[in-house]
């Protein structure tokens, strides 16, 4: 055999061995970080599972992947960069991954984990470019994948909802959202173009605002703009506001309404006639009351500010006195 074909099969021989290795995995044989294990174990714990590796020991491969199913493959420091584990007869919550953070490589698919992701997930994890977790009972939203280097992500078959935009990178170049998943939406398209078509939903238009009650284009007072008002002042104005003069009321209106008044006995009124009286009286040593001199079965007011006696008095049918106090 010449010297040439000896280097040919000599090559041959060592690309068909790493070949092999390649396929088969380097097997790991350092120190897994327990604190990273622990977060898979749980998963196994709540699904009622055997661990197929030494608790606190789980690397199996060294590698920034496995290269097959039922492999977790971690850094020559034990830190887990892969994690497969499809079809693992795996159910319970779906757990945060953000303190792996050397995490490359995901898969949980066809699994019955239920419940919805996380939302800080996957916060963190800057190396995370697959996760493959489709034919589970995931509900929810799904997380934010901005800042992860995505490429592959496989989430159909879930029952997953609410909006997609803004939370998958765009170096995302396999993107499988469906079948399944109807909830998931976009509002303004802000997703890759590999995922496919995403329905269109912007959720319902906020309420009309209450109808304002200011007329004239006046803006509505607020409590700190009306100025605060004296008693005195408001008997002032009542004064000015009582009239001359108040027509008979009619037999469906009843008598004028009146503020609410202290009422005293008195038996030195009487009345003949059923036609009001009105008087304003202001100042003066001794207040006069124009019901007395009036003699009325209707309703006499009079409204009294100032001087020694101050205040408003009626005089209706009956003996009655209505006397009510402004200082």
């Known amino acids: 055999m010449g010297a040439g074909i000896r280097a040919i099969v000599r090559w041959a021989t060592l690309a068909s061995l790493v070949a092999l290795i390649t396929a088969q995995g380097v097997p790991f044989a350092g120190t897994s970080v327990a604190s990273e294990c622990a977060i898979v174990e749980k998963m196994y714990d709540d699904s009622n599972l055997p661990l197929f590796w030494t608790r606190g020991s789980c690397c199996i491969e060294l590698g920034n992947a496995p290269s097959k199913n039922m492999i977790i493959s971690c850094t020559a420091e034990g830190r887990i960069t892969g994690i497969e584990l499809a079809s693992a007869n ?111 939903s912007c959720g319902a238009p906020p309420p009309p605002p209450p109808p304002s009650v200011v007329t004239s284009g006046a803006a509505a007072p ?12 408001v008997a002032s104005d009542v004064t000015s506001a009582v009239p001359s003069s108040i027509a008979a009321p009619s037999s469906t209106t009843g008598s ?68 009510g106090v402004f200082t």
Do not use: W
């Open 222 to 233: 607020t409590p700190s703009s009306i100025p605060a008002t004296s008693t005195s002042a």
């Open 90 to 200: 795996l159910a319970g919550s779906f757990p945060s991954f953000n303190s792996l953070t050397q995490l490359r490589y995901l898969s949980l698919d066809s699994n019955a984990i239920t419940g919805q992701i996380p939302s800080n997930a996957f916060d963190g994890l800057t190396f995370l470019y697959h996760i493959d977790i489709h034919g589970n009972r995931i509900s929810g939203p799904l997380p934010n994948l901005s800042r992860t280097p995505m490429i592959e992500l496989i989430v159909y078959n879930n029952f997953m909802s609410g909006s997609i935009d803004g939370l998958i990178p765009s170096t995302t170049t396999l993107c499988r959202l469906t079948p399944e998943n109807a909830g998931l939406t976009t509002c303004m398209n802000i997703f890759p173009s590999s995922c496919g078509a995403v329905p269109l």
């Open 256 to 323: 004028p309404t009146l503020p609410s008044l202290a009422v005293t006995s008195d038996t030195s009124t009487t009345s003949t006639t059923s036609s009001p009286a009105v008087a304003s009286v202001t100042g003066g040593a001794d207040a006069v009351t124009a019901g007395e001199s009036q003699k009325s079965a209707g309703p006499s007011i009079v409204a009294i500010v100032g001087g020694a006696k101050s205040g408003m008095e009626h005089v209706g049918s009956g003996n009655t006195k209505l006397k």
